[in-house]
């Protein structure tokens, strides 16, 4: 028996979110073994605990840093949501929010920092730079977009984004944090080195 | 004012009528263990929420208010987010001295938090060397600050440690005089003790002088014990990455999460105690019809208002003023607080030994 | 300006030196690395060839300029003398040439890479270098080098690599950065500490090393003008009015007296923005983090007034070649006067629960003194050269836009410390809205754009132009060839000779002190980075 699972935001309709597509799509893979009911329940609450207390890691490299300050100042405040807590060592953060572009040399300082992190850990490409190159993708110290060595799980477009902008990435991130497996299922598989 | 110690007594006759006494106190011990680490987590979440709320308060912005309504629940969240957090095993560290640090940081948390009285008869650990006992429990969470920063095996943390230590062990001499002040006023050391001295005016109006320079000088030392505040240079986000709890993740880093939160309160507990009255309500000599009214309000409300009402007056310090230097922590210290206290001393000596107070 | 004096590479340093004592040219404004390409049969006698440097000289006490250059026809090793010993803004800026050009500068005591990583092959400013295809993206950690070399030439004209050492195998080295929430973006500082006291700094930047002006070479004029927003991005009108300037120059195209007036009223709004935000920062730097809501809330306000006549919050886009986008919003005067007032009133608040503190001035004074000399030999400009004694103000030397019609003081301080620093910016928003509240009733009718024609092509020549950024001078150097695209583009950067200042002011300096440092100097790092 299929389980749809369709993740609440308060306030936000399920329908007025674009791209359900790619969470049903996900939703179905992961309960594709078929789903514990008891398992299920609990998955859900901690998952709720989970999506209402994300904190992201401080971490931004350019223009698109300022905004991420101003989603946290006192307009737009991003405490609200709960996010508000940024800490300052990987290891305590749970997303890392790559507000910026992504240089040649940054790139492995960046991979080491996703490194560090403690799972489960998550990854928004923030801005036009960190989501495929943005104005500078002919460059040649410019790595075209984050995705190239990074998993990453939202991307918010825009040149810098506004803040609401990046409130809808982060809800969409909540979406996604609510239908993940927590007890009996794995999330997301790495791919095995090659080399 | 109603007596807990009823409550207590008749449990206890229940339980040794039942079964013989050694095995009557143990099961006691544990029920106590539990009752304090869940009042313990319970005044924790409370304070988180308190703190994220207040700040935002100040700072012109509304703080968590979508889980739950007024954000109450925000705090439950990011518990269940800790618990389910990887623990992080480093590869080059001293894996016990590592794994140490935060048992022993909560342990002397707990200590001293089971010293406090909540009402009267509800006291846990009531002795005849009370105060001096909580001074020398807090001392223990040094060890744990020190053993963080050695054992992560990261430069960072190491000076966030060393820092932390020196600043700690300077301010405990501070505290140290400024409760020996009200001693020489309380004539005893046992906590029950004091707060019943206070039944005609708290010590703070009984002391008048040396004993607001006394709360003073313990608010300001208590602030820097518990690394918070102007004094919170040893994790201060923006020069050391976090300080002596960088490396640490899940549950292990929210143990110093939540231990700096209770010492926060237990600096404040032990202030409303010994200078504002404990579980005492305010009574004033001669009013014996307000001194009614005052005693229908129960104690634990009085014990928990002093409390929050000194933690909000540690958190709005901690809002408005930057960051001091390390070297500048310690000059306060060796060269202003410990040479007024001293002074303050022998000041509250001779007022008691004139019979000077009220 | 076509005709810039050629030197010899073997003339060079003595007159470099004589320049510098006799006609006390003391302030190198800004060091070009040039690829003028392999000499042809068909070049005119003065034809630039070769790789070399462009120096663009200014005199602090006269007030002369000069424009000077030198170049070497050897594209294997070339070689020219170092003027770091003159100027130490040559420290940096020769780094950076080695790094773009591969041009080693003999004498010069740290022969290092700036931007690029160690192991980096090729020389990417270079025309027939081709960057990509010898460096794809490296996973690996760059290896952190710990020694330096110095070019040395010995008495019989050969040359001699000698090796430096930059930190001792006995030395406490932390690693501050990249990623940190206290250096303003992505740098990283290498510091050797002795307990709290620090020894020395090395600055590593870089990290966000964009390859602007590698780009602007194969942009057309207006396209180049898409990615100045994104340099300093706090200053994001006065770079683009900078280079707007540059090219308005060159074509000798004359703007109408209405975009003179908007653009200054927006640079200064701009300014305003800017000097909130540094105020914000180092309020959260120092702890007093309710101070940095404080700045953000009314930053907020001035960023409204922008989303409305430019569309865009932080990246405006608004200059263009010969005018603005688009013109003025009906409400924008109206706005812009309710503004005014209101940061004039709530002004006071930031200096109680900030400056008025003991604690925040026990932090800043007498932290980081950076003295005259060293200002000027650095080229530190803007308020961290204003608060070391050097009136650097570009609107007061060289007046652009309206900034000859109003009436403004320069704030200038002399002690050189952090706080002198701090209080140079705070008074420049009083000044800033004085500026406006002259202009705002003024705005003279006019077009807003002129009329340029389809393709721009700039004529041939060098021209420089320079504009007060709010951390500096931001200059834009244009040379062209008569093409659609520049040959070469270079931004003065306002940041780069703050951070090379730090390694000389934080010197016997705590830890907490090098944070209150790099808050007061407060450079941006992409702006240094380019």
Same mark, same amino acid.
């Given at each position: 028996m299929e389980i749809k699972k369709k993740p609440k935001i308060k306030s936000i309709p399920y329908e007025e979110f674009t791209d359900n597509e790619t969470l049903e799509k996900l939703v179905k893979e992961l309960n594709a073994g078929g789903a514990n009911v008891a398992l299920g329940v609990l998955d859900d609450f901690i998952n709720w605990g989970r999506s209402n207390s994300l904190w992201p890691l401080t971490f931004a490299t350019s223009c698109c840093g300022i905004e991420f300050m101003a989603l946290g100042a006192a307009r737009y405040d991003m405490a609200r949501f709960g996010f508000e807590v940024a800490r300052a060592s990987p290891r305590q953060a749970d997303m890392i929010m790559v507000c910026g572009t992504i240089t040649n040399k940054m790139a492995p300082v960046l991979k080491r920092l996703y490194d560090q992190m403690a799972d489960p850990k998550y990854v928004v490409a923030v801005g036009g730079c960190a989501v495929s190159g943005g104005p500078f993708k002919k460059s040649y110290h410019v790595v075209n977009g984050v995705d190239k060595f990074l998993p990453v799980d939202v991307y918010i477009p825009g040149c810098p984004p506004r803040p609401e902008a990046f409130y809808y990435g982060m809800m969409q991130l909540q979406r996604k944090v609510k239908i993940e497996k927590y007890f009996g299922g794995v999330n997301r598989k790495e791919k095995k080195q090659d080399e | 004012m109603f007596d807990f110690s009823i409550i207590t007594h008749w449990?206890?006759?229940?339980?040794?009528?039942?079964?013989?006494?050694?095995?009557?106190?143990?099961?006691?011990?544990?029920?106590?263990?539990?009752?304090?680490?869940?009042?313990? +987590?319970?005044?924790?979440?409370?304070?988180?929420?308190?703190?994220?709320?207040?700040?935002?308060?100040?700072?012109?912005?509304?703080?968590?208010?979508?889980?739950?309504?007024?954000?109450? $629940?925000?705090? $439950?969240?990011?518990?269940?987010?800790?618990?389910?957090?990887? $623990?992080?095993?480093?590869?080059?560290?001293?894996?016990?001295?590592? =794994?140490?640090?935060?048992?022993?940081?909560?342990? +002397? %948390?707990?200590?001293?938090?089971?010293?406090?009285?909540?009402?009267?008869?509800?006291?846990?650990?009531?002795?005849?060397?009370?105060?001096?006992?909580?001074? +020398?429990?807090?001392?223990i969470g040094v060890i744990g600050i020190l053993l963080a920063g050695w054992g992560s095996n990261n430069k960072f943390s190491l000076i966030g440690a060393m820092r932390s230590g020196a600043q700690i062990i300077s301010y405990e001499l501070s505290i140290g005089l400024s409760i020996l002040t009200?001693?020489?006023?309380?004539?005893?050391?046992?906590?029950?003790?004091?707060?019943?001295?206070?039944?005609?005016?708290?010590?703070?109006?009984?002391?008048?002088?040396?004993?607001?320079?006394?709360?003073?000088?313990?608010?300001?030392?208590?602030?820097?014990?518990? =690394?918070?505040?102007?004094?919170?240079?040893?994790?201060?986000? %923006?020069?050391?990455?976090?300080?002596?709890?960088?490396?640490?993740?899940?549950?292990?880093?929210?143990?110093?999460?939540?231990?700096?939160?209770?010492?926060?309160?237990?600096?404040?507990?032990?202030?409303?105690?010994?200078?504002?009255?404990?579980?005492?309500?305010?009574?004033?000599?001669?009013?014996?019809?307000? =001194?009614?009214?005052?005693?229908?309000?129960?104690?634990?409300?009085?014990?928990?208002?002093?409390?929050?009402?000194?933690?909000?007056?540690?958190m709005w310090i901690k809002w408005t003023f930057p960051r001091l230097r390390i070297d500048q922590i310690l000059n306060l210290e060796w060269k202003y607080l410990v040479p007024i206290s001293m002074v303050n001393l022998i000041l509250m000596v001779l007022i008691v030994v004139l019979k000077l107070h009220f | 300006m076509n005709n810039i004096r050629f030197i010899a590479p073997t003339d060079l340093h003595d007159e470099m030196l004589r320049l510098r004592q006799e006609e006390q040219m003391d302030f190198l404004e800004c060091l070009t690395g040039m690829d003028w390409g392999e000499p042809d049969e068909k070049d005119a006698p003065d034809t630039p060839r070769g790789l070399g440097v462009i120096y663009h000289l200014e005199s602090t006490v006269t007030g002369k300029r000069t424009v000077v250059r030198t170049a070497s026809l050897n594209r294997e090793h070339p070689e020219l003398p170092t003027v770091s010993d003159i100027w130490k803004a040559a420290d940096f800026n020769e780094r950076e040439v080695y790094d773009y050009f591969g041009i080693i500068f003999i004498g010069h005591p740290d022969?290092?890479?700036?931007?690029?990583?160690?192991?980096?092959?090729?020389?990417?400013?270079?025309?027939?270098? &081709?960057?990509?295809?010898?460096?794809?993206?490296?996973?690996?950690?760059?290896?952190?080098?710990?020694?330096?070399?110095?070019?040395?030439?010995?008495?019989?004209?050969?040359?001699?690599?000698?090796?430096?050492?930059?930190?001792?195998? *006995?030395?406490?080295?932390?690693?501050?950065?990249?990623?940190?929430?206290?250096?303003?973006?992505?740098?990283?500082?290498?510091?050797?500490?002795?307990?709290?006291?620090?020894?020395?700094?090395?600055?590593?930047?870089?990290?966000?090393?964009?390859?602007?002006?590698?780009?602007?070479?194969?942009?057309?004029?207006?396209?180049?003008?898409?990615?100045?927003?994104?340099?300093?991005?706090?200053?994001?009108?006065?770079?683009?009015?900078?280079?707007?300037?540059?090219?308005?120059?060159?074509?000798?195209?004359? @703007?109408?007296?209405?975009?003179?007036?908007?653009?200054?009223?927006?640079?200064?709004?701009?300014?305003?923005?800017?000097?909130?935000?540094?105020?914000?920062? #180092? !309020?959260?730097?120092?702890? !007093?983090?309710? !101070?940095?809501?404080?700045?953000?809330?009314?930053?907020?306000?001035?960023?409204?007034?922008?989303?409305?006549?430019?569309?865009?919050?932080l990246i405006m886009n608004y200059n263009t070649i010969g005018g603005v986008q688009a013109d003025i919003h009906p409400n924008f005067v109206k706005r812009v006067k309710e503004f005014i007032p209101y940061l004039r009133g709530i002004i006071h608040e930031y200096h109680e629960v900030f400056t008025g503190n003991?604690?925040?001035?026990?932090?800043?004074?007498?932290?980081?003194? #950076?003295?005259?000399?060293?200002?000027?030999?650095?080229?530190?400009?803007?308020?961290?050269?204003?608060?070391?004694?050097?009136?650097?103000?570009?609107?007061?030397?060289?007046?652009?836009? @309206?900034? &000859?019609?109003?009436?403004?003081?320069?704030? @200038?301080?002399?002690?050189?410390? /952090?706080?002198?620093?701090?209080?140079?910016?705070?008074?420049?928003?009083?000044?800033?809205?004085?500026?406006?509240?002259?202009?705002?009733?003024?705005?003279?009718?006019?077009?807003?754009?002129?009329?340029?024609?389809?393709?721009?092509?700039?004529?041939?020549?060098?021209?420089?132009?320079?504009?007060?950024?709010?951390?500096?001078?931001?200059?834009?150097?244009? *040379?062209?060839?008569?093409?659609?695209?520049?040959?070469?583009?270079?931004?003065? /950067?306002?940041?780069?000779?703050?951070?090379?200042?730090?390694?000389?002011?934080?010197?016997?300096?705590?830890?907490?002190?090098?944070?209150?440092?790099?808050?007061?100097?407060?450079?941006?790092?992409?702006?240094?980075?380019?």
């Amino acid at each position: 028996m299929e389980i749809k699972k369709k993740p609440k935001i308060k306030s936000i309709p399920y329908e007025e979110f674009t791209d359900n597509e790619t969470l049903e799509k996900l939703v179905k893979e992961l309960n594709a073994g078929g789903a514990n009911v008891a398992l299920g329940v609990l998955d859900d609450f901690i998952n709720w605990g989970r999506s209402n207390s994300l904190w992201p890691l401080t971490f931004a490299t350019s223009c698109c840093g300022i905004e991420f300050m101003a989603l946290g100042a006192a307009r737009y405040d991003m405490a609200r949501f709960g996010f508000e807590v940024a800490r300052a060592s990987p290891r305590q953060a749970d997303m890392i929010m790559v507000c910026g572009t992504i240089t040649n040399k940054m790139a492995p300082v960046l991979k080491r920092l996703y490194d560090q992190m403690a799972d489960p850990k998550y990854v928004v490409a923030v801005g036009g730079c960190a989501v495929s190159g943005g104005p500078f993708k002919k460059s040649y110290h410019v790595v075209n977009g984050v995705d190239k060595f990074l998993p990453v799980d939202v991307y918010i477009p825009g040149c810098p984004p506004r803040p609401e902008a990046f409130y809808y990435g982060m809800m969409q991130l909540q979406r996604k944090v609510k239908i993940e497996k927590y007890f009996g299922g794995v999330n997301r598989k790495e791919k095995k080195q090659d080399e | 004012m109603f007596d807990f110690s009823i409550i207590t007594h008749w449990i206890h006759q229940a339980l040794t009528s039942l079964m013989p006494e050694g095995l009557a106190i143990l099961i006691e011990c544990v029920v106590i263990g539990v009752c304090i680490i869940l009042m313990y +987590a319970l005044l924790a979440i409370v304070l988180i929420y308190m703190e994220r709320k207040i700040c935002a308060f100040f700072q012109c912005r509304l703080g968590p208010n979508r889980v739950g309504k007024w954000g109450t $629940i925000q705090v $439950i969240c990011d518990v269940l987010k800790m618990l389910t957090k990887e $623990i992080i095993d480093l590869k080059h560290s001293d894996r016990f001295l590592y =794994n140490l640090a935060p048992f022993m940081v909560i342990i +002397a %948390s707990f200590l001293t938090f089971a010293c406090l009285p909540m009402s009267k008869g509800l006291e846990v650990l009531d002795f005849n060397v009370g105060v001096f006992f909580l001074l +020398a429990a807090s001392s223990i969470g040094v060890i744990g600050i020190l053993l963080a920063g050695w054992g992560s095996n990261n430069k960072f943390s190491l000076i966030g440690a060393m820092r932390s230590g020196a600043q700690i062990i300077s301010y405990e001499l501070s505290i140290g005089l400024s409760i020996l002040t009200m001693v020489v006023l309380m004539g005893t050391m046992q906590i029950s003790e004091i707060v019943a001295q206070q039944a005609d005016g708290w010590f703070i109006f009984k002391g008048h002088i040396p004993a607001v320079i006394a709360f003073i000088i313990y608010l300001i030392a208590g602030n820097a014990e518990t =690394n918070r505040g102007p004094f919170d240079l040893p994790e201060a986000e %923006s020069e050391l990455t976090a300080g002596y709890h960088t490396e640490y993740s899940g549950m292990h880093f929210g143990f110093f999460y939540l231990a700096e939160y209770l010492n926060m309160f237990i600096v404040a507990g032990i202030a409303a105690t010994i200078f504002l009255g404990g579980w005492m309500p305010f009574h004033i000599v001669g009013l014996d019809g307000f =001194n009614a009214v005052m005693d229908y309000i129960p104690g634990f409300i009085w014990f928990f208002g002093k409390a929050f009402f000194v933690v909000f007056l540690l958190m709005w310090i901690k809002w408005t003023f930057p960051r001091l230097r390390i070297d500048q922590i310690l000059n306060l210290e060796w060269k202003y607080l410990v040479p007024i206290s001293m002074v303050n001393l022998i000041l509250m000596v001779l007022i008691v030994v004139l019979k000077l107070h009220f | 300006m076509n005709n810039i004096r050629f030197i010899a590479p073997t003339d060079l340093h003595d007159e470099m030196l004589r320049l510098r004592q006799e006609e006390q040219m003391d302030f190198l404004e800004c060091l070009t690395g040039m690829d003028w390409g392999e000499p042809d049969e068909k070049d005119a006698p003065d034809t630039p060839r070769g790789l070399g440097v462009i120096y663009h000289l200014e005199s602090t006490v006269t007030g002369k300029r000069t424009v000077v250059r030198t170049a070497s026809l050897n594209r294997e090793h070339p070689e020219l003398p170092t003027v770091s010993d003159i100027w130490k803004a040559a420290d940096f800026n020769e780094r950076e040439v080695y790094d773009y050009f591969g041009i080693i500068f003999i004498g010069h005591p740290d022969m290092r890479r700036l931007y690029l990583r160690n192991d980096w092959v090729g020389y990417p400013m270079r025309k027939d270098d &081709d960057p990509e295809e010898e460096n794809p993206l490296r996973m690996d950690n760059e290896e952190t080098i710990d020694t330096t070399t110095e070019l040395e030439l010995n008495p019989d004209g050969t040359l001699k690599n000698k090796e430096l050492k930059l930190f001792g195998e *006995e030395e406490y080295v932390v690693n501050i950065g990249p990623q940190h929430p206290a250096t303003h973006g992505v740098m990283r500082f290498r510091v050797s500490l002795e307990g709290e006291i620090i020894q020395k700094i090395d600055a590593n930047c870089g990290y966000i090393h964009r390859g602007i002006e590698k780009m602007c070479e194969s942009l057309t004029y207006p396209q180049t003008l898409a990615l100045t927003d994104r340099l300093d991005y706090l200053g994001a009108h006065q770079n683009r009015h900078a280079l707007c300037m540059c090219v308005e120059k060159a074509m000798g195209i004359e @703007v109408s007296d209405r975009v003179k007036y908007i653009r200054t009223i927006m640079d200064e709004l701009q300014r305003i923005d800017s000097h909130l935000l540094f105020y914000a920062c #180092l !309020a959260m730097d120092l702890g !007093a983090l309710t !101070a940095f809501f404080y700045g953000f809330r009314d930053r907020e306000k001035i960023l409204d007034i922008f989303e409305e006549t430019c569309g865009g919050r932080l990246i405006m886009n608004y200059n263009t070649i010969g005018g603005v986008q688009a013109d003025i919003h009906p409400n924008f005067v109206k706005r812009v006067k309710e503004f005014i007032p209101y940061l004039r009133g709530i002004i006071h608040e930031y200096h109680e629960v900030f400056t008025g503190n003991i604690i925040a001035q026990e932090r800043l004074k007498g932290v980081g003194v #950076l003295s005259r000399e060293d200002a000027i030999a650095f080229g530190a400009t803007g308020g961290t050269g204003r608060a070391s004694g050097w009136a650097c103000d570009v609107r007061k030397r060289i007046p652009y836009g @309206v900034y &000859d019609k109003v009436d403004f003081k320069e704030i @200038v301080y002399n002690e050189g410390d /952090s706080w002198a620093r701090y209080m140079v910016r705070m008074d420049e928003i009083m000044e800033s809205m004085r500026i406006i509240e002259q202009l705002i009733d003024n705005i003279p009718e006019g077009t807003y754009q002129e009329k340029m024609k389809p393709i721009i092509r700039v004529p041939e020549g060098c021209y420089y132009s320079a504009v007060e950024g709010s951390r500096g001078e931001f200059g834009v150097f244009i *040379e062209s060839h008569g093409d659609k695209t520049p040959y070469r583009v270079h931004f003065r /950067s306002t940041g780069l000779p703050l951070v090379s200042t730090v390694d000389t002011i934080s010197r016997g300096a705590k830890i907490a002190d090098l944070i209150a440092i790099g808050g007061t100097l407060d450079y941006v790092v992409p702006d240094i980075d380019r």
